[in-house]
T-cell receptor, first 113, second 111 residues
Framework: DAMVIQNPRYQVTQFGKPVTLSCSQT?????MYWYQQKSSQAPKLLFH???????NEADTPDNFQSRRPNTSFCFLDIRSPGLGDAAMYLC????????????FGPGTRLTVL | AQSVAQPEDQVNVAEGNPLTVKCTYS??????LFWYVQYPNRGLQFLLK??????LVKGSYGFEAEFNKSQTSFHLKKPSALVSDSALYFC?????????FGKGTRLSVIA
C-alpha cells in the first residue's frame, strides 16, 4: 500500500545534541510537509517542499532545517534541540498545494533530556 | 490570514446517538475545508473535504459535513456514533497558504 513512513517512531536526544528525523513516501507526491505537534494541540506547520522548492514558515526557528534529496525522502534536522522542542513531529504529503488532501505519517515522538 | 475555530474542546455523546463537532472558519476567497481525525500516538487521517459543489459532503467511516457559506461553518456530523469514533478531530482550512488547523475537539463516545 502507498504510504508515508517516518523513522524512528520514538527518538530520544540530549539537550543540544543534533538530531535528524526521516520521512519517506511511496505516493510520488510533489509536496512534503513537516509539522510540530505538542500535547494534542493543533499541528503547526514548520516548512514544506513543493518539489525542490523549499518554503519556510515565518515563525519557524532557525534551529530547524530540512532537506529533500529526492521525491521520496525528506529530513528534518534539529541543530541544537532544547527542552521546548520535545513534541510529535508529523510528516505529510500531498499531490499538489491547492485543494488536495494531505496524507500523514504516524509521527516521530521526540524526547529531549 | 485564514483561521479556524473549534469552539468545543470536548464533546461527549452516547453510542448510537448523532454527533456534531463544530467548526467555523475565516478565509479570503473560496475556502477549501477539511476534516481530519487523530487516534492516540498516530498521525492524522483524512476524513473529508469541501472544495466546491454540493454543500453536504460525505466522507470516510460514515462521517459527513455541511458547508454553510453564510455562517462560515463546516460542522462534522455522524447519524449514529460508535465507541470507536472516540478520537481527536481537527478542522482545517486552506486559503492562500497551506493548511491551518483548528485546535482540535476531543470526541468521547460512551457505551
Amino acid at each position: 500500500d502507498a504510504m508515508v513512513i517516518q523513522n524512528p517512531r520514538y527518538q530520544v536526544t540530549q539537550f543540544g545534541k543534533p538530531v535528524t528525523l526521516s520521512c519517506s513516501q511511496t505516493l510520488n507526491h510533489n509536496v512534503m510537509y513537516w509539522y510540530q505537534q505538542k500535547s494534542s494541540q493543533a499541528p503547526k506547520l514548520l516548512f514544506h517542499y513543493y518539489d525542490k522548492d523549499f518554503n519556510n514558515e515565518a515563525d519557524t526557528p532557525d534551529n530547524f532545517q530540512s532537506r529533500r534529496p529526492n521525491t521520496s525522502f525528506c529530513f528534518l534536522d534539529i541543530r541544537s534541540p532544547g527542552l521546548g522542542d520535545a513534541a510529535m513531529y508529523l510528516c505529510a504529503t500531498s499531490r499538489n498545494r491547492d485543494y488536495n488532501e494531505q496524507f500523514f505519517g504516524p509521527g516521530t515522538r521526540l524526547t529531549v533530556l | 490570514a485564514q483561521s479556524v475555530a473549534q469552539p468545543e474542546d470536548q464533546v461527549n455523546v452516547a453510542e448510537g446517538n448523532p454527533l456534531t463537532v463544530k467548526c467555523t472558519y475565516s478565509v479570503s476567497g473560496n475556502p477549501y475545508l477539511f476534516w481530519y481525525v487523530q487516534y492516540p500516538n498516530r498521525g492524522l487521517q483524512f476524513l473529508l473535504k469541501y472544495i466546491t459543489g454540493d454543500n453536504l459532503v460525505k466522507g470516510s467511516y460514515g462521517f459527513e459535513a455541511e458547508f454553510n457559506k453564510s455562517q462560515t461553518s463546516f460542522h462534522l456530523k455522524k447519524p449514529s456514533a460508535l465507541v470507536s469514533d472516540s478520537a481527536l478531530y481537527f478542522c482545517a482550512v486552506r486559503g492562500n497558504t497551506p493548511l491551518v488547523f483548528g485546535k482540535g475537539t476531543r470526541l468521547s463516545v460512551i457505551a
